[in-house]
C-alpha cells in the first residue's frame, strides 16, 4: 500500500481494495519502523488519524468518493492544528497546541483527508537544508549523510521514504521547490494568494505560500484542488475562480512555448544539472513544445533583495514572540526587559536570531531607504522581467537548485553557500508567479529537479505540463535504496 500514489490510492479505496483504516495502521506502522532513520516527523498524531480514517470509511460506505476521502497526509508543523502542537520547528513554540485549524488544515480536513502527523521543517522555516530545526536534522533518504532541503524538509523525506503519499508545505523562496528537486518529488508553489496563509505561522507575509508535496503532477492536482480557493478570513487570499486542475492535465503539449533564460546557465550551476535540463528540454520538444532563449536581466540582484525583504518581514513577524502570551518564557526574569531579551535569547536558534538582526538592521531609522525600499525597487524589476518574458513565451524552464542535495553540516559555518543554493526559486516568490519542480534525472545516484514557471494563476498550465512529461518518463517512480 505504501507504493501507491495519491490517485491510485483513491481508485483503490473506491474499489474498495482496503480501508482507509486499514492504510492508515500500515503507514503509522511503517513511519514507527522507518523514521527514526529520517527524523521527518516532529509529531505522529495516531489516535486523530485512526478517527479520521474511521470516519473516511463511514462517509464512503454512505456513498461519498471524494478523491481525498480517507488519503493519508502530513502537515508541515507551521500550518495551525487544533489541539495538536504547533512547533514551527522551534523550542519558542515548542509547548504551543493551536486553538484552531488553519484554512488549509480545514479544507483538507473538509475533503476527507487523514493527518498521519506534523513534519520537521527549518525554524520557522528558515533555512534551506532542514538543519536549522530545534527537533534536529532531517536526512535524505537518497543518501542519509546528506540534507533534504528546507525548509519543507521533513514533508519531502517522508514522501520520498514511502512513510505517506503526499504533504503540505510552505514556500517562501523555493521552501517546497528545493526540497521536492532534492528527494525526487514533485512540488507546488502556487501563485501567492491561491492558497489562504490564515493559520499559517509567517515567516515573511510577502513571499510565504502554502502548497503541495507528493511524487507525481497528478498528486499535486489533487491536493491543490482541495487547497486553493478565497478566504475571506486572509487579507492576501486572492477572490478568484479556482481552475478544474485534473480536467487540465491531459491537454496535449503541441504549440507550447518555453523560455530558457540565459542566467540560468551560467557560472554556479553544476554542469551535470544543466545536462539532466537539456535532457528534459530535448523530451518537452519531442512531445510538441518549441523551446526559445530568454533574459531575465535582474535575476542577478534576486538574492540580496530578498535577504533584505524576507529578514524584515521576519523581524516584524517574530516580534509576537516575547514570552508575555504564548510560547516559551524563560526561568525567573528579574523584568519585564529581562523577560523579553532571555526568552527570545534562548527560545530562538542561531539562524532564526541571524535574520531577525538582519532584518532589524534593515528596517532601522538610517537604513530602510537604503536597504528595504531599494529592495522593493528590485523586486518591481524582477516581476517586469517575467511579464515581458510571459509575452514571448508560455512557461520558464530551467534546474531547480545549482547543485545536488549536499552533506549534512557541510554548509553550516557559510549562511551564504546555503542561500545560494536558493537562486533559481526565490524569484517566483518576489514576483509572485507559480512554479512546479518535478524529478528529471540523477547526478551521482542524488535526485535532480527541474523546475517550470508560469505566469499567474497558471498552476494548471504548469501541472499539465509535469503530468505529460511524467507520463513520458520513469524518473518520478524511482524509489530511495532501503525504503
Request: glycine content about 8%.
Amino acid at each position: 500500500m505504501h507504493r501507491l500514489t495519491l490517485a491510485e490510492i483513491a481508485r483503490a479505496l473506491a474499489a474498495k481494495e482496503f480501508s482507509a483504516e486499514e492504510l492508515t495502521r500500515s503507514l503509522l506502522q511503517r513511519i514507527r519502523r522507518l523514521d527514526p532513520q529520517l527524523n521527518s516527523f516532529i509529531s505522529v498524531t495516531e489516535e486523530l488519524a485512526l478517527q479520521q480514517a474511521q470516519a473516511a470509511d463511514s462517509r464512503r460506505a454512505a456513498g461519498e468518493n471524494g478523491a481525498l476521502l480517507g488519503a493519508p497526509i502530513g502537515h508541515k508543523d507551521l500550518f495551525c492544528t487544533q489541539g495538536i502542537r504547533t512547533s514551527c520547528g522551534s523550542l519558542m513554540l515548542d509547548n504551543f497546541k493551536a486553538p484552531y485549524n488553519a484554512t488549509v488544515v480545514e479544507k483538507l480536513a473538509a475533503a476527507g483527508s487523514v493527518t498521519l502527523g506534523k513534519m520537521n521543517m527549518d525554524e520557522f522555516a528558515m533555512g534551506s537544508a532542514n538543519e536549522s530545526s530545534h527537533y534536529g536534522a532531517v536526512k535524505n533518504p537518497w543518501n542519509l549523510e546528506r540534507v533534504p532541503g528546507g525548509s519543507s524538509g521533513g514533508s519531502a523525506a517522508a514522501i520520498a521514504a514511502r512513510l505517506l503519499p503526499a504533504a503540505t508545505g510552505t514556500d517562501t523562496g523555493g521552501s517546497i521547490r528545493q526540497p521536492a528537486a532534492l528527494t525526487n518529488l514533485t512540488g507546488l508553489k502556487p501563485t501567492y494568494g491561491r492558497v489562504s496563509r490564515w493559520g499559517m505561522i509567517a515567516y515573511a507575509s510577502s513571499l510565504d505560500q502554502g502548497g503541495p508535496l507528493a511524487r507525481t503532477a497528478e498528486d499535486c492536482a489533487l491536493m491543490l484542488q482541495a487547497m486553493a480557493g478565497f478566504d475571506a478570513k486572509d487579507s492576501t487570499s486572492v477572490d478568484a475562480p479556482v481552475d478544474d486542475y485534473l480536467a487540465s492535465l491531459n491537454q496535449p503539449l503541441s504549440g507550447l512555448r518555453i523560455g530558457l533564460p540565459k542566467e540560468y546557465f551560467g557560472a554556479g550551476l553544476d554542469s551535470r544539472i544543466a545536462d539532466v535540463v537539456m535532457a528534459s528540454v530535448k523530451q518537452l520538444e519531442q512531445l510538441g513544445a518549441s523551446v526559445k532563449e530568454i533574459s531575465l536581466p535582474n535575476m542577478q540582484h534576486a538574492i540580496p533583495a530578498y535577504y533584505v525583504i524576507a529578514p524584515a518581514e521576519a523581524s516584524s513577524n517574530l516580534s509576537r514572540f516575547d514570552g508575555v502570551r504564548f510560547g516559551y518564557r524563560c526561568e525567573q526574569p528579574s523584568d519585564l526587559t529581562d523577560l523579553y531579551k532571555r526568552s527570545r535569547a534562548e527560545g530562538f536558534g542561531a539562524e532564526v536570531k541571524r535574520r531577525i538582526m538582519v532584518g532589524t538592521y534593515a528596517l532601522s531609522a538610517g537604513y530602510y531607504d537604503a536597504y528595504y525600499l531599494k529592495a522593493q525597487k528590485i523586486r518591481r524589476l524582477i516581476k517586469n522581467d517575467f511579464v515581458s518574458a510571459f509575452a514571448e513565451v508560455d512557461v520558464i524552464l530551467g534546474p531547480t537548485t545549482p547543485n545536488p542535495a549536499w552533506k549534512l553540516g557541510e554548509k553550516n559555518n557559510d549562511p551564504v553557500a546555503a542561500y545560494l543554493e536558493d537562486i533559481y526559486t526565490i524569484t517566483a516568490n518576489l514576483a509572485g508567479l507559480p512554479g512546479i519542480s518535478m524529478p528529471a534525472g540523477f547526478v551521482d545516484g542524488l535526485p535532480v529537479g527541474v523546475q517550470l514557471l508560469a505566469p499567474y494563476f497558471q498552476e494548471g498550465r504548469l501541472l499539465n505540463v509535469a503530468h505529460q512529461y511524467q507520463l513520458a518518463t520513469d524518473w518520478h517512480t524511482h524509489t530511495p535504496a532501503g525504503f
